[in-house]
């Protein structure tokens, strides 16, 4: 498969997957704005910090180096191998989930069982649920490798939708069963997402005339299961030897991810009620990183991972290959600078207003409108990042990881020091001014990486972070004109001062959006080459 090819598959799960986690999204965030309303800040916290920490580390700590391995392009992959490899997921998880159990039960704080009552039982079910979530991950890395489109998307969706709607059940009729609730929803939500990939994979294989069923390199649902044979290796020793490297680097990817719940869960900076505050905003402040930089970051991943070769320079590849990669970089970039811009721009205008509407005075007063607004800054940075490190990732060779290991973990000792002292600094707001320290570091270094890989070509994608004076203009005014508004239209002068403010953000962004559709003609012109790559492959399927 060509390299335009893979970046229309790319491309098509991308989109396909912005689309359709917008609509879900939108259906979430509605549940979670009605769920909010009969939850104390304790019970959030609880939930949004301290149980999810243990099941995203979890997570995070079992598969997330098996995935970049096992996602990386090999000349002769051999995809027993590869899922022989995937299946050591499950027991690495039941470790990590037994070990991680007994710290959050012995030596973290537990909170006073008449305010968060069913701790115990919480943490045993939020373990389970991320073992639960491993036994699906041979399927999701066929399914990524392959480009499924929609696959993805769908499964997680619907368990997310279908979760929300039974937490929202469990709130209104049984409130008294306190993080019964919550784990019984969070076991459903992972079951539900297996159960997803379980079914589709098994219609799929069943049925020898589909097209999609032909290309796949197992035939039955049962090849999926580990196999021993004594003709090769139980795994992919090369594949392996990766994983470890990239098990490193997940290592230090986490603490710098998840920094200030580690500093929250263990260093007790904030009371339980203040992190429920808190991780409202930051989940309402990263929405628009989960819908649109999420997707575009995985499914370029698998882009770049397939059209460039991990030990050669970019001089020493095909040139087809590396001048498509570098078209898609500059392009991404511009994309992620322009959106976070807006968010960043807009966002300081409208978080108190946003908060206000979502969770009422709980949230629109006190620090929730100071930590979305610098939450904005935060996101502009996150986009980014996003896009540099999947390039990055995907085209460094196992010693360029090795060594990056290193930066990383000088990264993670820092960020955790300052966010402790700026927490004690400033509050809440401290986590996201460190977290943007983190993401400006991460920045530079893909960066530099980028600068280096293509330095000896004629290629210069680092092209797509510039923007004409035009463009930058416009965002000040706007930005001024926004603010002013704030102070004369929102939040104490009723509704239709309100709705009034609401419309002087949607000129001014049109007003924006149409001076970067007039300037930014390399851009428009790549999204509307991939869009038409989608209609003529949504006809093709």
Not at 88 to 115: A, K, R
Not at 141 to 163: G, T
């Amino acid at each position: 498969m060509g390299s335009r090819e893979v970046l229309g598959q790319a491309a098509r799960l991308a989109s396909s997957g912005l689309l359709l986690q917008v609509l879900f999204r939108l259906i979430t965030f509605v549940l979670n704005a009605f769920i909010l309303r009969f939850l104390s800040k304790e019970i959030v916290g609880i939930v949004n910090v301290r149980l999810t920490l243990l099941y995203s580390t979890t997570i995070f700590l079992a598969r997330e180096a098996f995935r970049r391995a096992c996602l990386s392009r090999g000349p002769q992959q051999d995809w027993s191998q590869t899922l022989n490899l995937l299946w050591l997921t499950i027991p690495l998880g039941v470790f990590w989930s037994l070990f991680l159990g007994w710290v959050w039960l012995h030596l973290l704080e537990v909170p006073d069982p008449n305010v968060v009552p069913y701790y115990g039982t919480g943490v045993v079910l939020f373990g389970l649920s991320a073992v639960v979530e491993l036994l699906g991950e041979p399927f999701w890395v066929l399914a990524q490798a392959h480009m499924f489109i929609k696959l993805k998307v769908i499964a997680e969706s619907l368990s997310v939708i279908l979760r929300s709607i039974l937490t929202a059940f469990l709130v209104m009729w049984l409130p008294h069963w306190g993080l019964y609730i919550f784990s019984l929803a969070q076991i459903f939500y992972t079951t539900v997402l297996v159960l997803c990939y379980v079914i589709y994979f098994t219609k799929l294989l069943s049925s020898p005339e589909s097209t999609k069923q032909q290309t796949l390199p197992v035939s039955r649902i049962t090849d999926l299961l580990p196999s021993i044979t004594r003709s090769r290796a139980f795994v992919n020793w090369q594949e392996a030897k990766l994983t470890w490297s990239f098990f490193k680097q997940s290592f230090l990817k986490q603490i710098l991810t998840e920094g200030e719940h580690y500093v929250m869960t263990f260093l007790n900076v904030l009371n339980f009620g203040d992190q429920g505050v808190y991780e409202i905003v930051n989940n309402l402040g990263s929405l628009v990183a989960r819908l649109i930089f999420q997707p575009i970051e995985e499914s370029f991943y698998i882009f770049f991972a397939k059209v460039l070769e991990r030990e050669k320079d970019a001089i020493l590849q095909k040139q087809e290959d590396v001048a498509v990669a570098a078209t898609v970089l500059e392009s991404l970039l511009k994309l992620a600078l322009l959106t976070g811009l807006t968010i960043t721009v807009f966002g300081f205008a409208y978080s108190q207003l946003a908060l206000d509407i979502y969770g009422g005075a709980m949230l629109s007063s006190g620090t929730g409108p100071i930590l979305l607004r610098c939450y904005c800054l935060y996101v502009l940075l996150l986009a980014i990042n996003g896009v540099t490190e999947c390039f990055t990732f995907a085209a460094m060779s196992k010693e360029e990881v090795d060594r990056y290991n290193f930066t990383m973990l000088a990264l993670s000792s820092s960020f955790l020091v300052l966010s402790y002292l700026l927490t004690h600094w400033c509050g809440s707001v401290g986590f996201i001014l460190a977290n943007c320290f983190n993401m400006g570091i991460r920045i530079t270094q893909s960066l530099h990486f980028i600068h280096r890989y293509y330095q000896k070509s004629s290629y210069r994608p680092l092209a797509g972070l510039y923007l004409s004076p035009a463009l930058l203009g416009v965002f000040s005014l706007s930005a001024g004109i926004t603010a002013i508004s704030e102070v004369f239209l929102c939040c104490d002068q009723g509704w239709l001062a309100r709705l009034t403010h609401v419309v002087v953000g949607a000129v001014c962004l049109g007003v924006t959006l149409g001076i970067a559709f007039l300037t930014e003609t390399k851009l428009i012109h790549f999204l509307r080459t991939q869009l038409g790559v989608f209609r003529i492959a949504d006809k093709m399927t």
